[in-house]
Nanobody
Framework: QVQLVESGGGLAQPGGSLRLSCAAS????????MSWARQAPGKGLEWVSG????????YYADSVKGRFTISRDNAKNTLYLQMNSLKLEDTALYYC?????????????????WGQGTQVTVSS
C-alpha cells in the first residue's frame, strides 16, 4: 500500500523559511519521479516543483523558482522541499505526490498517489 506522509509545515513570517519532508513507503521510491503541489484557500491545485527519479533534474514553477529547492534521499525514501524567502501568497496546503510512470511533472492529473498534506501559513 502506497503511503506518502508530509511533515514540516507550520507558521512562518514573510521572508522566513520552512522545510517540508515527505516520507514514502509501500513502493520502490527510487523508481518514481515525485512532485510537490499546493492548494491555497479558495483556489485550485497548483504544481510547485518536481524531481526526477535519481534527483538529478529538479523543476520549479515560476512562482517559486529561486526560492524553493526540491531534493530527495532515495536511501531514506524521503522527498524534501526547502522553502526560503517565503511570501504571503505561499500560504497553502502542500501535498507530496507520486508521478505515474512516464507522466508529466507539471500536470497534477498525472499524479497517482497523494499524501494528506501539510499546512504552510505565512503571516506577519
Amino acid at each position: 500500500q502506497v503511503q506518502l506522509v508530509e511533515s514540516g509545515g507550520g507558521l512562518a513570517q514573510p521572508g522566513g523559511s520552512l522545510r517540508l519532508s515527505c516520507a514514502a513507503s509501500g513502493f520502490t521510491f527510487r523508481d518514481y519521479a515525485m512532485s510537490w503541489a499546493r492548494q491555497a484557500p479558495g483556489k485550485g491545485l497548483e504544481w510547485v516543483s518536481g524531481i526526477s527519479r535519481d534527483g538529478s533534474d529538479p523543476y520549479y514553477a515560476d512562482s517559486v523558482k529561486g526560492r524553493f529547492t526540491i531534493s530527495r534521499d532515495n536511501a531514506k525514501n524521503t522527498l524534501y522541499l526547502q522553502m526560503n524567502s517565503l511570501k504571503l501568497e505561499d500560504t497553502a496546503l502542500y501535498y507530496c505526490a507520486r508521478i505515474r510512470r512516464s507522466g508529466s511533472y507539471y500536470l497534477v492529473s498525472e499524479y497517482d498517489n497523494w499524501g494528506q498534506g501539510t499546512q504552510v501559513t505565512v503571516s506577519s
